[in-house]
């Protein structure tokens, strides 16, 4: 009898910051090549950063004295923090440098085309996404930013950079445009000069800020979007210096609530002040809450809503009715009690309205795998929140353009 | 398909090194050795599947409480955490489990040294 080959015994190395996605990301691939290598999936929120090109951006800012002081900034101690407004010390997702995604560089010598382009290819095609949508990272804070005229000059340097640089290098990504929401005739301005651009599919407004979202200063602005057809969409994100999350000690404590809370506001007053019957064909995306919180701010809105209709004269509807007809996205996904996450998604027609989203590389993002595996799920919704939900709100051709999962694990460098 | 048993190791490089994590044959799995004790974990986590191995392997942080009840985050000198690098998950070395939710675990692979080998049954 012939003796047993001898098992092929190799090491992988620890996954770290500057680890290959392709090989980071390796378990997501066989995910993709058992379960959903033929779903149409899009992903619509990720951050592939622009941080890391800070002096890309910053050299775009059509300002010459912001443009100086930030060069200069970016130079000296400011580093890929110029004229932003975040507090480093207290930037504290990657869990004490446990979760090493957070923050990566992608190993990029010797590969052509933009940097940005090569490490956003990559992560597509490990996690088998058709197209990706590019939301900023460094820039999520801007609306706490005290100084205006900063928030236009990046928003418009970082639009640029987007359009001009990034998008036309792969056709799979696509952008929202930046808006400064606390400067509306600036962002009127910018839709305008984006409206036939194919690439921007899109507009983003950064929830965390302190902006009436009903304010008639944004009626325009809301005109203006509601004619091009495309989603308006709020990203929420975290503020240590609110004052209520101030109270709290940990990044986890004020990262569960924070983004939830940014988002519940923006809907709560979108809907009190009628927003839906002044604005009805407006769509409306909220990113980044996960879901827990939907079926929390509809039956709370509803149970007020009956008993004070005085304060919110302008519906016709209870407010869970124009919830239903907004998009959500998955990411961050509350999963520990399926019971509850069944209802939750039928509170809101999950099957038509909600879009997975990954959030790569951000430490709480979700794998396309969080979807195919729910029990709960037919395989008709589950292609529908992979992907095909966002082909109807986006335009977007559904044919496949990604390549096979066996070819991504076949090209992948294998060393962890 | 039947289990065999495979020699992946030294028993002197695994206890300096405190963990090696390899590919037998396309089956990932974690060595590791701490006070003491070997173990070997499949290279999968429970949560959304990650590579639970290859994150980093480091000491669990605790809760120091003093007797006013006063409490600090610590660093324990007996307890190690596998770190999933996806998200974040830890896992106590030796028992598998998640550091807060023991229904979560990793999944155990028969180790034994014999020798300066390190044996697995996969
Ligand atoms: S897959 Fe391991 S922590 Fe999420």
């Excluded at chain 1, 560089?105 to 956003?120: I, K, L, Q, S």
């Excluded at chain 1, 690439?199 to 008639?216: E, F, K, M």
Aim: glycine share 6%.
């Amino acid at each position: 009898m012939a003796e047993p080959e001898p098992p092929a015994i190799t090491e992988l190395a620890e996954i770290n910051g500057t680890s290959d996605s392709r090989d980071v990301l390796a378990h997501a691939t066989v995910q993709a090549q058992q379960s959903y290598d033929d779903y149409f999936v899009v992903d619509i929120d990720a951050h592939v950063s622009e941080d890391h090109f800070w002096d890309e951006v910053l050299s775009l800012v059509d300002n010459d004295y912001w443009r100086d002081l930030g060069m200069t900034q970016f130079e000296g101690f400011g580093g890929k923090n110029a004229l932003l407004n975040i507090t480093p010390g207290m930037s504290q997702q990657s869990v004490g440098g446990r979760i090493g995604h957070q923050g990566r560089r992608e190993p990029v010598a010797g590969v052509d085309g933009h940097p940005f382009v090569t490490a956003a290819g990559r992560g597509m095609d490990s996690m088998g996404l058709d197209y990706q949508v590019v939301f900023p990272s460094a820039m999520l804070l801007l609306g706490m930013h005290p100084q205006t005229e900063v928030e236009v000059a990046l928003a418009r340097a970082f639009n640029r950079w987007l359009t001009e640089v990034i998008l036309p290098q792969d056709p799979r990504l696509k952008g929202m445009l930046y808006l400064p929401y606390n400067t509306p005739e600036a962002c009127e301005e910018l839709v305008e000069r984006y409206a036939d651009n194919d690439d921007i599919i899109g507009y983003t407004v950064c929830s965390t800020r302190n902006n009436p979202v009903h304010s008639d200063v944004y009626l325009r602005l809301y005109s203006l979007i509601q004619d091009s057809g495309k989603p308006l969409a709020f990203h929420s994100g975290y503020h240590w210096g609110d004052p209520s999350f101030a109270q709290l000690n940990r990044f986890l404590s004020m990262h569960a609530l924070s983004f939830t809370h940014y988002n519940q506001i923006h809907v709560t007053n979108w809907i009190i002040n009628a927003m839906p019957e002044r604005f009805p064909t407006i769509k409306m995306l909220w990113v980044e809450s996960g879901l827990a919180w939907i079926p929390f701010l509809m039956q709370r809105l509803d149970h007020e809503v009956l008993m004070r209709p005085s304060e919110a004269p302008g519906l016709t509807r209870l407010p869970s009715e124009y919830m239903k007809e907004m998009w959500y996205t998955t990411q961050p996904m509350e999963r520990t009690d399926m019971e509850l996450l069944e209802a939750t998604m039928k509170s809101f027609n999950a099957e038509t309205q909600l879009l997975y989203s990954s959030d790569w590389p951000h430490w709480d993002w979700d794998a396309p795998s969080t979807i195919t595996n729910l029990p709960f799920l037919s395989e008709h919704a589950k292609r529908n929140i992979l992907g095909l939900n966002a082909a109807r709100l986006f335009n977007l051709p559904t044919e496949r353009v990604k390549p096979s999962a066996a070819s991504v694990l076949d090209a992948r460098p294998g060393r962890s | 398909m039947s289990r065999r048993e495979v020699t992946v190791a030294s028993l002197a490089e695994l206890h300096e090194r405190g963990r090696i994590v390899v590919s037998i044959d396309g089956t990932e799995l974690g060595l590791y050795s701490h006070a003491g004790e070997i173990r070997a974990w499949r290279n999968l986590c429970p949560h959304q599947g990650g590579p639970a191995c290859q994150g980093k392997f480091l000491p669990r942080t605790i809760e120091v409480v003093d007797d006013a009840k006063r409490a600090a985050p610590g660093i324990s000198s007996e307890h190690k955490s596998i770190v999933c690098p996806w998200h974040g998950f830890e896992f106590d070395v030796l028992t598998g489990r998640h550091v807060v939710d023991e229904r979560v675990h990793l999944i155990a692979v028969p180790i034994r040294s014999q020798g300066d080998e390190v044996i697995v049954s996969i």
